[in-house]
């Protein structure tokens, strides 16, 4: 690689990707306001008397703000000498979609109000703040979460199973006759009443159907606990110290707070 477009990278990763220089700061304080307004933007345009009046205004600023954002993940990918695993990040892929619904809504329209998951990229306010413990918390979370799948899997496979047999027991108890006019509905009731929501719309009449929907509630409280005790099983061996230091080469920042070099690509940390 040149030795200038060496340097033009580093210097480039140097702002976008870490918070702890002043123009790396200024960089991030920019992006997060400029997401706060690209969000406020896309409620106005969903407020039919706002749109009415500043249509042009409200189309002009969301293409402005897309192409910033745009630009900015390329620049992201072009800092990286392995940008791949950034493009595959969490970060990564949110930032990707934070500008795809805008140039989905040529031909889907409509879906250009999904880009108020650009909300997600103020997340990155962890790292300009320096409050480092909640990056580290939110890792330590999704870990959890990700070591929890399988168990969580199989445990909503068991709650669907459920809620079949329960909304095929209460059709053929209630019936048409009280609101229960299908199997599905039925198991819409189920679903409902086993998740502890109770919209009410439809409920049991008779006293056999009522029984069944204590019985659902009772097994709803028993529901709800399962899968808290699993992610917390797996929170607690997944606590682990971990710093925000990011990787010149490929953008990874889960390290260990002791890590002198990155666990993914083995580049130097400092």
């Keep these: ?11 480039l990763h140097s702002i976008i990707f870490e918070a702890e220089t002043k123009t790396g700061k200024f960089f991030d304080v920019v992006l997060i306001f400029f997401i706060l307004l690209s969000v406020i933007v896309v409620m106005l345009d969903s407020m039919e008397e706002v749109r009415t009046t500043y249509q042009n205004e409200l189309y002009i600023a969301e293409w402005f703000f897309t192409i910033i954002f745009s630009l900015e ?50 997340l990155r306010v962890f790292r300009v703040l320096k409050l480092v413990q909640y ?25 669907l199973t459920s809620t079949i047999i329960l909304g095929s027991l209460i059709y053929i108890v209630e019936g048409k006759e009280n609101g229960f006019t299908s199997i599905p509905r039925s198991i819409y009731w189920a679903i409902v009443t086993l998740t502890t929501v109770g919209y009410g719309d439809i409920s049991p009449q008779t006293n056999f159907g009522q029984f069944i929907a204590s019985i659902a509630m009772i097994m709803g409280y028993g529901i709800i606990a399962v899968p808290t005790g699993i992610v917390t099983v797996e929170m607690s061996k997944a606590m682990k110290a971990t710093n925000t230091q990011n990787c010149i080469n490929c953008g990874f920042d889960e390290h260990d707070n002791d890590a002198k070099f990155c666990k993914i690509c083995g580049k130097s940390l400092f």
């Design 73 to 122: 993940y390329i620049l992201r990918v072009f800092a990286l000498s392995r940008p791949l695993v950034y493009a595959k990040s969490f970060f990564g892929i949110v930032d990707l979609l934070s500008i795809l619904p805008t140039y989905l809504g040529f031909f889907l329209p409509g879906t250009h109000y999904l880009v108020t998951i650009r909300i997600l990229r103020i």
């Design 1 to 11: 690689m040149p030795k200038k477009l060496k340097e033009l990278r580093d210097k």
């Design 135 to 159: 990056v580290g918390e939110s890792t330590t979370l999704i870990k959890a979460l990700v070591a929890s799948k399988r168990k969580i899997i199989v445990f909503l496979f068991a709650v």
